[in-house]
């Protein structure tokens, strides 16, 4: 319901600096030249080129075919690149000017850099959908299940009844639904786009906002996530039905049951099915609030990282290879963080609002007291406030946090995969200099 973006952010039209700053290829210190004739001290390739030769300050390009220099002429005191910046192809300290990432080392430096963001950007988004995908599928179905009496707070207890229901059922039973969520997240960056290009509802939003802006562009949430409602559903169906009981469905399924529920034709349901209508409410006040939510975190994170970065460039103390991480790694751990907060915050309001979704499908789900037998979804939830009530006098407090223990796990998978990514990259980077 929540497409997250590892590669990047855009909400509330925040964008981190930290790849343009960091970057190789940077331009060249300003300097004035007095005359035109100045400028003949300074012939050379582009320094982007694999294999030039940058030259310093005062040299002249050798003529064709003459051997260049072995020592080079004195220039002014300060360093034309500062250190730790990565900028250019500068020398890095220790090294000579033709040894390094500054001659032959600049293209695998420049090429390497070119497929980090790629690289680790699909590693989240693998650890996200794919690899997280059984805490997902464990989480919905400790939240609809009313008859649960072990609540799973603990990853302890989740482990073991991941276990269980893998054995029982084998690995499908723990993956299931997963192609619909990536259609769900295809079908919200499709209403959005399109809602966008026919309104004057903005996408994204300037640094210079105004309170008319933010409301238009929160009412562009609003409308996709109505449009993405019944996909929702049919994709939260899909990820909660017992494997035992479910036919081998198509990929496309969720399009057609979601379609089906909007107009009211071959989806199975009973008379305790609540309207779209009725969903409209608690569907978009949870992605509101989840987007806001993220959206600040992500933008407070994001700031502690880039002041405490320019305070260790300003230090001196940084080397190149760190300056590379902190050109894609920022982004990723203001998003991890956002996205944990913004679960944890939200998980009572996410347990109403599956209970709400699933009442009156006839959905069948597996019992997660004891990971083998099935159990029908049987409330009788006349809104969300009935919903809020009931869960409070029959469940307790803690009834709104069942399965919470995967919500632990799913995140400490999605860390310990930013931390393997990170060193990997870092070793790649330290072999390459």
Not at 85 to 103: D, F, L, R, W, Y
Not at 416 to 423: D, E, F, G, S
Request: charged letters at 15%.
């Amino acid at each position: 319901m929540h497409p997250r973006r590892p590669d990047g952010f855009d909400g509330l039209g925040y964008r981190s600096g930290a790849r343009d700053e960091q970057g190789f290829g940077g331009a060249f210190p300003a300097r004035s030249f007095s005359s035109a004739s100045d400028l003949s001290h300074w012939v050379t390739t582009p320094p982007d080129i694999p294999g030039s030769r940058n030259l310093h300050w005062g040299e002249k390009s050798p003529p064709y075919g003459v051997p260049a220099p072995s020592t080079p002429l004195e220039g002014p005191a300060e360093e034309p690149f500062p250190r730790g910046g990565g900028g250019g192809g500068g020398s890095v300290p220790g090294q000579s000017s033709g040894e390094g990432p500054g001659a032959h080392g600049r293209g695998g430096w420049k090429q390497l850099n070119r497929f980090a963001g790629f690289g680790i950007g699909l590693a989240s988004l693998f650890t996200e959908n794919v690899l997280a995908h059984p805490c997902i599928v464990l989480r919905r179905q400790c939240q609809v299940n009313y008859h649960a009496r072990h609540y799973h707070l603990t990853p302890f207890t989740v482990i073991n009844i991941m276990y269980s229901f893998n054995k029982t059922q084998g690995p499908r039973a723990l993956w299931k639904g997963m192609g619909s969520t990536f259609i769900v997240q295809g079908v919200t960056l499709g209403a959005e786009g399109i809602i966008s290009e026919f309104t004057p509802l903005p996408r994204e939003i300037s640094h210079k906002w105004n309170p008319k802006q933010i409301g238009e562009h929160l009412l562009l949430k609003s409308l996709t996530y109505i449009v993405a409602m019944p996909f929702y559903s049919a994709s939260l169906i899909e990820t909660v039905q017992s494997e035992i009981i479910r036919d081998n469905t198509g990929i496309l399924e969720c399009i057609k049951e979601g379609i089906g529920r909007v107009i009211g034709l071959g989806v199975p349901h009973s008379k305790r099915l609540l309207p779209l209508l009725s969903l409209v409410f608690p569907t978009v006040l949870h992605g509101v609030l989840h987007y806001i939510i993220s959206s600040v975190i992500q933008k407070i994170v994001l700031l502690i990282l880039k002041r405490k970065t320019y305070n260790s460039h300003l230090a001196e103390s940084t080397s190149p290879v760190q300056s590379m991480l902190d050109a894609y790694f920022p982004e990723l751990i203001a998003n991890f963080a956002a996205s944990l907060c913004s679960d944890v915050i939200l998980y009572p309001l996410e347990t109403v609002l599956h209970r709400l979704h699933i009442q009156g499908t006839r959905t069948i789900i597996d019992n997660t007291d004891l990971g083998y037998e099935v159990l029908p979804i049987n409330t009788q939830y006349e809104g969300m406030r009935d919903c809020i009530n009931t869960i409070r006098q029959e469940e307790g407090m803690l009834g709104f946090y069942k399965g919470f223990g995967a919500v632990v796990i799913q995140y400490t998978l999605h860390a310990a995969v930013l931390q393997i990514t990170k060193i990997i990259y870092s070793t790649l980077l330290q072999n390459s200099v």
